[in-house]
């Protein structure tokens, strides 16, 4: 067990960039995050819409066709399960199913998501993105890409605590990737334990992401498959500047790394390193 959760991605989609749709069928979804909870992943986060580059909104009921079988076939297997959604009504019927947790790359836009987390008093997440997944790597700009994304994460953190929902359970990410050129991923990478600093824990999402490919391509981005062991290194840094949750596709990679990423840096908790 380490202090970092690891939190395994489940895309129940046909479309999204990494997997290409491999667990869209119910069966096969719920067959691998059982299998991610093998290989070490504290949470499930299961998605039913792509917000990869491009990616366009689907209707709220195909969204809840494809998500609730399978939040309900992990519940009834005792996973704790995140729902990636953006939606209030999907949001509210996978917390009834069971699940424990909702991560909105919109920050909590819809206001019935919000009242959906602040009747449940369940962990969320909330991200930041610049735009919307269809436009948001057009042409990110900003004046200050932490200080604004800071700002962001803060005052959606502060509304939701609000709510009743407990500090602890109110998870900031900085969107690793949603509106962002690869200096603007690296700059928030780097302010980790800025944003750590005000008592909301950290998700960081790097796994396989396009920065992690063109810093690594010469004239053309490397491709997913080449883009394991970097992705493996933004994760153990992240760790190791004070991020307390890692969402990734590669769970057993990601777990191990974090295994002996804390045997050296120590658990923040007690202190100490774990091979003593």
Same mark, same amino acid.
């Given at each position: 067990?380490?202090?970092?959760?690891?939190?395994?991605?489940?895309?129940?989609?046909p479309d999204s960039f990494s997997d290409g749709g491999r667990f869209f069928a119910t *069966?096969?979804?719920?067959?691998?995050?059982?299998?991610?909870?093998?290989?070490?992943?504290?949470?499930?986060?299961?998605?039913? /819409?792509?917000?990869?580059?491009?990616?366009? @909104?689907? @209707?709220?009921?195909?969204?809840?066709?494809? =998500?609730?079988?399978?939040?309900?076939?992990?519940?009834?297997?005792?996973?704790?399960?995140? =729902?990636?959604?953006?939606?209030?009504?999907?949001?509210?019927?996978? &917390?009834?199913?069971?699940?424990?947790?909702? *991560? !909105?790359?919109?920050?909590?836009?819809?206001?019935?998501? &919000?009242?959906?987390?602040?009747?449940?008093?369940? !962990?969320?997440?909330?991200?930041?993105?610049?735009?919307?997944p269809l436009t948001m790597q057009a042409n990110p700009s900003y004046s200050d890409v932490?200080?604004? =994304?800071?700002?962001?994460?803060?005052?959606?953190?502060?509304?939701?605590?609000?709510?009743?929902?407990?500090? !602890?359970?109110?998870?900031?990410? @900085?969107?690793?990737?949603?509106?962002?050129?690869?200096?603007? *991923?690296? #700059?928030? &990478?780097?302010?980790?334990?800025?944003?750590?600093?005000?008592?909301?824990?950290?998700?960081?999402?790097?796994?396989?992401?396009?920065?992690?490919?063109? &810093?690594?391509? *010469?004239?053309? @981005?490397?491709?997913?498959?080449?883009? /394991?062991?970097?992705?493996?290194?933004?994760?153990?840094?992240?760790?190791?500047?004070?991020?307390?949750?890692?969402?990734?596709?590669? =769970?057993?990679?990601?777990?191990?790394? #974090?295994?002996?990423?804390? #045997?050296?840096?120590?658990?923040?908790?007690?202190?100490?390193?774990?091979?003593?």
């Open positions: 067990m380490t202090s970092v959760k690891i939190m395994g991605v489940l895309n129940v989609t *069966n096969r979804a719920i067959d691998h995050g059982l299998r991610m909870v093998h290989d070490g992943a504290d949470i499930v986060d299961v998605g039913g /819409e792509s917000t990869r580059p491009g990616s366009l @909104p689907i @209707p709220v009921e195909e969204e809840v066709r494809r =998500v609730v079988p399978v939040v309900t076939a992990l519940v009834d297997r005792d996973v704790f399960v995140s =729902v990636d959604t953006s939606k209030g009504r999907v949001a509210r019927e996978c &917390l009834v199913a069971g699940a424990q947790m909702i *991560n !909105d790359v919109t920050g909590i836009s819809d206001p019935a998501l &919000l009242e959906a987390v602040a009747d449940f008093k369940c !962990d969320v997440c909330i991200m930041h993105m610049q735009g919307t932490v200080a604004e =994304v800071e700002a962001y994460l803060l005052e959606r953190a502060e509304l939701i605590a609000a709510q009743g929902v407990p500090v !602890d359970k109110v998870w900031i990410d @900085p969107g690793i990737g949603f509106g962002k050129t690869v200096d603007h *991923n690296l #700059a928030l &990478l780097r302010a980790i334990p800025r944003l750590a600093s005000h008592g909301f824990p950290v998700l960081i999402g790097a796994s396989r992401k396009g920065f992690i490919g063109r &810093l690594l391509g *010469n004239s053309h @981005p490397a491709p997913l498959e080449n883009r /394991e062991e970097a992705t493996i290194a933004v994760q153990v840094l992240a760790q190791s500047l004070g991020a307390k949750m890692i969402r990734t596709h590669n =769970v057993i990679g990601a777990k191990r790394a #974090a295994t002996l990423a804390e #045997a050296i840096l120590g658990d923040p908790e007690s202190g100490k390193g774990q091979l003593r």
